[in-house]
C-alpha cells in the first residue's frame, strides 16, 4: 500500500493501514495489524489492465484470505453483473485493482507490481 501510495503508481490507494485512509484511526483501534487487502486505482482501466497481465507472483482470482497473494478486477469479476453507474458510485472503477497479500516476501511483491507497470 505504502509503495502505490508514494510511487504514484496508482491513483487512489485504499488501506486502513495508511494515515489518509478516513478510518484509519478506527481501524488502530480495532485491529492488532490492518489486514493483507489493498485496494489501488490506477486511474484508467488501460493502466489497470497493465498489472493485472504483468505480474508474475500475484494469481488473477476472485478468491481471497488463502496464504497466496492475488490479484482481482473488481469491475470484470466480483462486481461485473452491476451496472457501470452504481459500481462507480461506491468506487468500484474499471481502473481498481484489488490486491489480497499472501505470505510470499513484500520486496517481491512491490518488485512484481513495480515491473507490471514498466
Same mark, same amino acid.
Given at each position: 500500500?505504502?509503495?502505490?501510495?508514494?510511487?504514484? %503508481? %496508482?491513483?487512489?490507494? =485504499?488501506?486502513?493501514?495508511?494515515k489518509?485512509?478516513?478510518?484509519?484511526?478506527?481501524?488502530?483501534?480495532?485491529?492488532? !495489524?490492518f489486514?493483507? *487487502?489493498?485496494? %489501488?486505482?490506477?486511474?484508467? =482501466?488501460?493502466? %489497470?489492465?497493465?498489472? &493485472?497481465?504483468?505480474?508474475? =507472483?500475484?494469481?488473477?482470482?476472485?478468491?481471497? !484470505? !488463502?496464504?497466496?497473494?492475488? =490479484?482481482?478486477?473488481?469491475?470484470? *469479476?466480483?462486481?461485473?453483473?452491476?451496472?457501470?453507474?452504481?459500481?462507480?458510485?461506491? !468506487?468500484?472503477?474499471?481502473?481498481?485493482?484489488?490486491?489480497?497479500?499472501?505470505?510470499?516476501?513484500?520486496?517481491? &511483491?512491490?518488485?512484481?507490481?513495480?515491473?507490471?507497470?514498466?
Open positions: 500500500a505504502e509503495f502505490l501510495s508514494k510511487s504514484g %503508481a %496508482a491513483k487512489k490507494v =485504499i488501506y486502513p493501514g495508511l489518509d485512509h478516513p478510518q484509519h484511526e478506527l481501524a488502530k483501534k480495532q485491529m492488532r !495489524g489486514g493483507g *487487502m489493498v485496494s %489501488a486505482d490506477f486511474g484508467s =482501466i488501460e493502466k %489497470a489492465k497493465k498489472v &493485472l497481465n504483468n505480474v508474475k =507472483i500475484f494469481t488473477l482470482a476472485e478468491s481471497l !484470505g !488463502g496464504v497466496e497473494s492475488l =490479484i482481482c478486477h473488481p469491475a470484470s *469479476m466480483t462486481h461485473a453483473s452491476v451496472p457501470k453507474e452504481e459500481r462507480e458510485k461506491y !468506487g468500484f472503477t474499471d481502473a481498481l485493482v484489488r490486491f489480497s497479500v499472501g505470505i510470499e516476501d513484500v520486496e517481491d &511483491l512491490i518488485r512484481d507490481v513495480e515491473m507490471s507497470l514498466k
